[in-house]
C-alpha cells in the first residue's frame, strides 16, 4: 500500500490501494518495455563544447524535488560541464505514470524514479498481476547496478527491494516508518511513558480515557478502512509473524503454509477491536489529511500515522515534542517494532547515452554528506547503513530511526485480479467491519481464505 508523501499528500485514489496492477496495459508495457531498450537519450547527448546534460524525472513531492535540486546544483558545481535537467509531474499514479511511460518509450532520461519497487513479486506471476515498475524490470528496461561501489552503503533490505534475478536496477532511497507517535508534554502531565507491551499499552489508553483525554487519533475520511493498516499492520507483524516460520508470514500465507484462517489472527484482530475504542470519536469522518493538525493541536494524545506526516505536525505546531515508540501487540516486548515502508527509487535506462554520468550521479548522491541533505531535507529514514542525521523525524524517531520491519514480510502481495475479499481496495473493509462489530474475526477468517484458495 502507498503511503501519502510528505506535504505533497498524494492522491486519496493513490492511498486507497497498493500500486495499480497492469492487467491488460501489462502487455502493452512490455511491448514498451522492448522498445525502450533500444531507443536512446536525446537529452543527454554533449554539445559541441563538450557539455553533457543528465536528465533526470521524479513526480511533485516538494520535500524530495527540493532536496534533488540542492544536490543537483551540487553536482553541477563539482562537474563543471554538466547540467542536471530534473522534470516533474504531479501525482505517482497519475500524471508522472504518464510522464514516466513516455519517458521510457522514447527513451529520454537517463535516471526515472518511482516508488513502487522491483519486490516482493506475486508467488505466481502473471501479465495482470505486476505493476508497470517490475514489469519494466523484468524485461531489461533499467541497468544493473551491480558492481557500483556506491551499492555498499545501502542496507540489504533496501538493495532486495529492487533485486531481480541476482541483479540490483535501483537505489532505494529511503524508508518510512509507522507506528504511535506520542505528545510527550501529555504523557508528562499523567506521569506516563511509552509502552513497551500490549498490557502496558492497554494501561495508558485506559489512563487518558478516564482523565478525560483521547487516546488515540487517526481520520478514515476520504480514504476509508485502508487507514486501519495503522493497527492492522503491526499487530500483524507483533502478534502473528514471529510464530510463522522464519517470521516470513508474507511467503508463507502466499504459498499455502499459513492460512488466514489462524488463531494468531484471530488474536490480532481482536486485539485491533478493543484498541479501536480509544479512537476519536466518528473517526471515520475524520479527513486523514487533517490527521497531523488535529494531533498537533492537542486533540489527543498519539497519532497513528506514518513519519510522512511529521513535518505536517511541526508546520501545524512547531512547539509540539514528539516521541515514538511502535504500536505493541505483544506482551513480548522484542516482538514489537516499528513497520518500515521503502520509498523513491532511482533507477538508470538501459536507453541512456550517459550511463557513466548517471552512475557518477547515484554515486554523488550516495556520498554520506549529501545523503544526510536528502534525509534531512526530506523527513525519510535512511536506507543507509550509517550516517548522522538531524531532521525532526530523525529526533522523534530516536533510536527506532530507519529500524523495523517491511510490512511486505508479513503482509502478502495483494492483486486486483483476486478474489474480491483479497483485493487490496475491499481487504480492509472486513478489518472495519471486526471492528463495528458486523462480523467476527472467524467470519472475516473464512472470507479471505476461502478467495484466497480459489485465486
Not at 514516466?100 to 516508488?115: E, K, W
Not at 513519519?307 to 509540539?320: E, F, G, Q
Not at 523527513?379 to 530516536?398: K, M, P
Request: aromatic content about 12%.
Amino acid at each position: 500500500m502507498l503511503r501519502p508523501s510528505p506535504l505533497s499528500k498524494r492522491s486519496a485514489t493513490l492511498l486507497r490501494s497498493r500500486p495499480a496492477r497492469t492487467g491488460a496495459a501489462g502487455l502493452a508495457l512490455l511491448a514498451l518495455a522492448g522498445l525502450a531498450a533500444g531507443c536512446g537519450s536525446s537529452s543527454g547527448s554533449g554539445s559541441a563544447h563538450g557539455s553533457q546534460t543528465l536528465k533526470i524525472i521524479t513526480w511533485v513531492n516538494p520535500p524530495a524535488v527540493k532536496a534533488i535540486q540542492k544536490i543537483d546544483g551540487e553536482f553541477e558545481k563539482a562537474n563543471p560541464g554538466v547540467k542536471v535537467d530534473l522534470g516533474t509531474a504531479e501525482n505517482v499514479n497519475g500524471p508522472y505514470k504518464t510522464l514516466l511511460q513516455q519517458t521510457v518509450d522514447a527513451g529520454s532520461a537517463d535516471i526515472v524514479t518511482n516508488v513502487t519497487q522491483m519486490q516482493p513479486l506475486p508467488l505466481k506471476v502473471t501479465s495482470t498481476n505486476v505493476t508497470y515498475w517490475q514489469t519494466y524490470t523484468m524485461h531489461g528496461v533499467f541497468t544493473p547496478l551491480n558492481g557500483q561501489p556506491f551499492l555498499k552503503d545501502y542496507k540489504s533490505g533496501a538493495l532486495a527491494a529492487e533485486t531481480y534475478q541476482g541483479k540490483t536496477y535501483g537505489v532505494v532511497s529511503g524508508e518510512y516508518q509507522e507506528g504511535v507517535f506520542y505528545n510527550k508534554a501529555i504523557f508528562a502531565k499523567y506521569h506516563l511513558t511509552p509502552p513497551t507491551t500490549y498490557s502496558q499499552f492497554l494501561t495508558v489508553l485506559q489512563k487518558l480515557k478516564s482523565h478525560g483525554v483521547t487516546p488515540l487519533w487517526v481520520g478514515l475520511g476520504a480514504v476509508g478502512p485502508i487507514y486501519l493498516q495503522f493497527l492492522y499492520y503491526n499487530l500483524m507483524d507483533s502478534v502473528w509473524a514471529p510464530h510463522a516460520p522464519g517470521r516470513a508470514l508474507a511467503t508463507d500465507l502466499e504459498n499455502g503454509s499459513v492460512k488466514w484462517t489462524n488463531p494468531y489472527f484471530t488474536q490480532a484482530m481482536t486485539e485491533e477491536k478493543a484498541l479501536a475504542k480509544y479512537l476519536e470519536p466518528g473517526y471515520q469522518g475524520e479527513a486523514w489529511q487533517g490527521m497531523p493538525g488535529a494531533f498537533a493541536s492537542g486533540k489527543a494524545a498519539m497519532l497513528l500515522d506514518g513519519s510522512w506526516d511529521l513535518a505536517s505536525v511541526k508546520s501545524a505546531n512547531p512547539k509540539v515534542q514528539v516521541g515514538f515508540f511502535p504500536l505493541p501487540g505483544s506482551n513480548t516486548a522484542a516482538d514489537n517494532r516499528s513497520e518500515l515502508q521503502n520509498d523513491l527509487t532511482f533507477s538508470v535506462l538501459n536507453a541512456s547515452k550517459n550511463k557513466p554520468l548517471a552512475m557518477k550521479w547515484l554515486a554523488f548522491f550516495s556520498q554520506p554528506n549529501i545523503y544526510q541533505q536528502y534525509v534531512d531535507i526530506t523527513g525519510i529514514s535512511s536506507s543507509q547503513n550509517s550516517g548522522t542525521f538531524s531532521s525532526f523525524a530523525a529526533q522523534v524517531l530516536g533510536s527506532w530511526f530507519g529500524k523495523g520491519d517491511y510490512y511486505t514480510s508479513y503482509y502478502p502481495v495483494l492483486s486486483d485480479t483476486d478474489s474480491y475479499w483479497d483485493q487490496p481496495a475491499n481487504w480492509p473493509t472486513l478489518q472495519q467491519d471486526v471492528i463495528s462489530g458486523q462480523k467476527t474475526p472467524a467470519q472475516v477468517e473464512a472470507l479471505y481464505q476461502k478467495g484466497w484458495a480459489s485465486s
